[in-house]
């Protein structure tokens, strides 16, 4: 235990250190949720990676649903290795990471890395360690499975910004809401960067329709302040790009959904870095939220 909270303090020493330098340290760390499944989050964090890297930016993807193994699959590689080699110390966090060709890095996730909090002691400060080295990229982009697992909520938790996706289904605004809910009531949400992206909207006002819903709903019930952050167009060719296994934005630049996703990083980047955020402030948040489950700590 003391070895642990001696390697955190070590870790967000030098992450302060190098914020001061003017160097790293400026780490984002951005989570994408949603409450129903299938409604576009993995295509979302890895084109919105992709815009990302494409603005020069640093951009590490990473694979946090650890069902099953969605962002290999629309970027259309096999990797060797995942977290749960670097949580077991057979590997270094250079050697689980992959470049994709495509301007950025991809960590993929592991199966037997289903709840942070069942790691032991040991193994948990492997993955502190490990993850610490990214603290030289720009952006991290976490995708992670839809629902409201204790493993979601501590990625959640621990990110700078968490992005919510819903579609304008009903049962995907109901279920949006129920994540948002338990978010508001389960974690120090206040101060939280929540952001709304409406999927597979028709036109420009059915997206702000069903934001300006969710904002005076969460607004009005849960005392919580939501961001619209913007809408993607359904496009067909986010379903072609996903059966030749390859990111929408690199099939099809100039299309619909191409486009949205170029907006919102855009508006992404007007955000001002929230003080106190970064990977040390990703690190102590994430382990922290284990011990509270976990009783330890
Ligand atoms: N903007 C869009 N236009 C058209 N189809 C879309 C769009 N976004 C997603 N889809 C379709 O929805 C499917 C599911 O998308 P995706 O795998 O990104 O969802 P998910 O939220 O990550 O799902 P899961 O909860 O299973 O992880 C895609 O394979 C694609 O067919
Ligand atoms: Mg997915």
Redesign the pocket.
């Known amino acids: 235990m003391a070895d642990q909270a001696e390697t955190l303090r070590e870790i967000m020493k030098n992450s302060s250190a190098a914020s001061h330098a003017g160097q790293e340290g400026k780490t984002r760390i951005i989570t994408i949720t ?1 409450g ?11 084109n919105l990676a992709i815009a990302y890297a494409q603005l020069g930016k640093k951009v590490i993807l990473m694979d946090a ?1 650890l ?2 193994a ?1 962002v290999n699959v ?1 970027l259309g590689i096999i990797p060797k290795f995942n977290l749960y080699h670097l949580i077991r110390k057979q590997k270094t966090l250079n050697e689980i990471i992959l470049d994709t060709g495509y301007g950025l890095r991809f960590i993929a996730g592991a199966s037997g890395f289903a709840r942070i909090a069942n790691l032991t002691e040991e193994e948990r400060q492997n993955f502190v360690e490990g993850i610490s080295g990214l603290s030289s990229a720009d952006v991290i982009i976490i ?1 992670t ?2 629902g409201v697992s204790n493993n979601v909520l501590s990625f959640v938790e621990a990110a700078d910004e968490a992005l919510i ?1 819903t ?1 304008p289904e009903p049962t995907a605004i109901t279920d949006a809401y129920g994540i948002i809910k338990i978010i508001a009531t389960e974690m120090d949400s206040h101060n939280m960067g929540l952001k709304l992206i409406v ?3 028709k036109s420009v006002v059915e997206g702000r329709k069903v934001a300006e819903r969710m904002i005076q709903i969460t607004g009005q019930f849960l005392n919580l302040k939501l961001d619209y952050l913007g809408y ?8 072609n790009a ?1 059966l030749k296994q390859k990111p ?1 934005i690199i099939l099809d630049p100039k299309g619909r ?1 191409s486009i ?1 996703l170029k907006h919102i990083v855009s508006r992404l980047e007007k955000v001002e870095y929230r003080e106190g955020g970064g990977i040390g402030n990703f690190l102590r948040k994430l382990v922290g939220s284990q011990s509270r489950d976990s009783g330890e700590l």
Do not use: M
Not at 232 to 239: E, L
């Open positions: 949603s129903k499944g299938g409604v576009g989050k993995t295509n979302i964090s890895t649903d069902g099953l969605n629309i995708d499975s839809a996706v579609t999927n597979r909207v993607v167009y359904d496009d067909q060719a986010v379903q996903v929408f959904a949205c």
